[in-house]
């Protein structure tokens, strides 16, 4: 076992909670801890999406810190153990869309070669981003609060919201009043994605 996928797990494990033995070893069985973290954008490699996993977690509970020695009364709405959650799963969708295969490049003289890439496929589970996550993890007996639940769901926003609807818009919003472990989780995956692994990108 990677050093890596035992300090996930590890990480999980501290938290106590029901039902995360089931969620570890579903992760397992789909690929999660093999997969990349993405076809082109970070951590496009073998273990990139426990590692970016890890690094939205690592910044989240290094924010957290820095937020409670600025406002102490955060500290109701950003448990640890809620971080570490809503950070290590927030992705838990993506465990198995990534498929192996060859992609045509050029390489540095300007030829096109093969290169060993990944494609995506949603043909199993295919629901939105957040939802997916939220009822994967709650399928396998995860048990979640309120404020974990719309982190979750809620985490990729910022990106979707060009193509939402007004409602869902509206429900966005509201889950950043109520919750601001969204927040915190949505922060977090934004720093990891495009400062620790923007060298990852093509």
Not at 14 to 29: A, K, N, P, Q, Y
Not at 73 to 90: F, Q
Request: aromatic letters at 6%; one cysteine or more; proline letters at 3%.
């Amino acid at each position: 076992m990677s050093s890596q996928k035992e300090e996930f797990i590890s990480l999980l494990r501290s938290t106590e909670r029901e039902g995360i033995e089931d969620v570890i070893e579903e992760l397992d069985e789909l690929g999660f801890f093999s997969a990349p973290a993405s076809t082109r954008f970070h951590l496009c490699k073998e273990e990139g999406l426990l590692e970016h996993s890890l690094n939205v977690c690592h910044v989240a509970l290094k924010v957290r810190e820095a937020m409670l020695a600025m406002d102490d009364s955060l500290l109701e709405y950003l448990p640890k153990d809620s971080v570490i959650i809503a950070t290590l799963l927030h992705d838990a969708c993506k465990a198995e869309i990534y498929k192996p295969t060859m992609k045509r490049r050029k390489d540095e003289f300007g030829r096109w070669v093969d290169v060993p890439g990944y494609d995506v496929d949603y043909s199993n589970m295919p629901l939105g981003h957040g939802e997916k996550s939220v009822i994967r993890l709650l399928r396998c007996g995860l048990d979640l609060s309120d404020d974990e639940v719309l982190a979750i769901r809620w985490h990729m926003s910022a990106w979707d919201m060009p193509f939402q609807s007004s409602e869902l818009r509206e429900n966005f919003n509201e889950a950043k009043k109520q919750c601001p472990l969204l927040s915190l989780v949505m922060a977090a995956d934004g720093l990891s994605s495009n400062l620790l692994e923007r060298a990852d990108e093509d």
